[in-house]
């Protein structure tokens, strides 16, 4: 166990429509209530047992972790521990936030970006949000220091395929690493097809043929992102392909939901409560002891077993466990 990912919110400005499609989660979605979401106090205490556990990599993540207020408060909580204290973000509220959290202590961030043109952005995030308020938020965390920024783009085949190769040259010579992601089955409601998949091989063909490119060996064991470099010098990409190449073999990732429930799989249908035991009072031995039984128990495997009937089992959407 190296990796826990924190849903801070199960709510978002953007209701991209991989994700979140807006004729699910419309007016008549019932978000969380304040009363069952985790406090920051209560984040802040699992944290601590889990990286008493191991976890060396904190992941702030939802919904769009910057919609909770005072966010930073939380990451200055996090932020004595012996682990990497790091966000993933629409960007939409970034280039007010980012001083204030890298104030706070946070090391770096990711930036979900799906294209560059605008119509094809709008369309993704359904929301009306422009590309260049996000393009700001990546350039202030840069200037705040939180980089090199991550920027993770999902490809969707039919609706941003032909984008790739703009979002390599726009990233290409930054600090700024530009990384692939295949179109996933989360949850029950984006309608998921594998048809809908780019694969990551065909990213890297489509890129290598305009710009050479070489695997690089992986930062450390279990990186989900596979690395590629130009041969030019022009920096790295990286790609996850999760349905094409499935990295279950190396999971060392957790997941604890906004109203405080432990999952051992992105993919996975129910969760491991452990606001119960917090609020009922139990020490950190037992929650502790609860965790550890729940990492050891566990047998996911989604991805390599992923097939089309799969894809319709009712999974827990990605919103509410943390992407
Ligand atoms: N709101 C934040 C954001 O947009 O980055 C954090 C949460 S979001 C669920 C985390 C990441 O998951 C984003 O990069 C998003 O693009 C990705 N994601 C969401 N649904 C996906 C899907 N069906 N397949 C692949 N990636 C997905």
């Not at 944290?47 to 910057?66: H, M, N, Q």
């Not at 970006?113 to 359904?126: C, P």
């Not at 920027?151 to 085949?157: E, S």
């Amino acid at each position: 166990m190296r990796d826990l990912r924190i849903s801070v919110t199960d709510r978002c400005n953007f209701r991209c429509v991989y994700c979140m499609p807006r004729e699910v989660f419309d007016a008549g979605h019932e978000f969380l209530p304040h009363s069952a979401i985790l406090s920051f106090e209560e984040i802040a205490r699992l944290a601590g047992v889990f990286v008493g556990l191991g976890v060396r990599k904190i992941r702030l993540t939802g919904g769009e972790p910057l919609v909770r207020k005072q966010l930073h408060r939380l990451v200055a909580m996090l932020s004595g521990l012996p682990a990497e204290i790091t966000l993933t973000t629409n960007g939409s509220l970034l280039a007010r936030q980012a001083r204030a959290l890298k104030e706070a202590g946070l090391d770096r961030v990711t930036v979900s970006l799906d294209s560059l043109d605008e119509a094809t952005f709008q369309a993704m995030n359904d929301a009306d949000f422009p590309v260049a308020k996000v393009i700001e938020g990546i350039e202030a965390a840069a200037t705040e220091g939180l980089g090199p920024v991550k920027i993770n783009m999902v490809v969707k085949r039919g609706m941003n395929e032909r984008d790739i190769i703009a979002m390599a040259e726009r990233w290409r010579g930054t600090r700024h690493i530009i990384r692939f992601i295949e179109y996933m089955d989360v949850g029950s409601t984006n309608g998921w097809r594998m048809d809908d998949v780019v694969p990551s091989a065909e990213v890297i063909q489509r890129i290598h043929a305009i710009w050479p490119l070489e695997p690089v060996d992986p930062n450390y064991a279990g990186e989900v992102a596979e690395r590629w470099r130009y041969l030019d010098g022009a920096g790295e990409i990286g790609v996850i392909s999760s349905v094409t190449q499935a990295f279950c073999s190396s999971c060392n990732r957790m997941r604890l939901s906004t109203e405080g429930s432990l999952y051992t799989c992105l993919f996975a249908q129910s969760g491991h409560d452990l606001k119960s035991l917090l609020r009922g009072g139990a020490s950190d031995d037992e929650i502790r002891n609860e965790i550890a039984a729940v990492w050891q128990g566990r047998a996911d495997r989604y991805s390599e077993i992923r097939t089309s009937q799969t894809s319709s089992l009712k999974k827990v959407e990605m919103s509410y466990i943390g992407g």
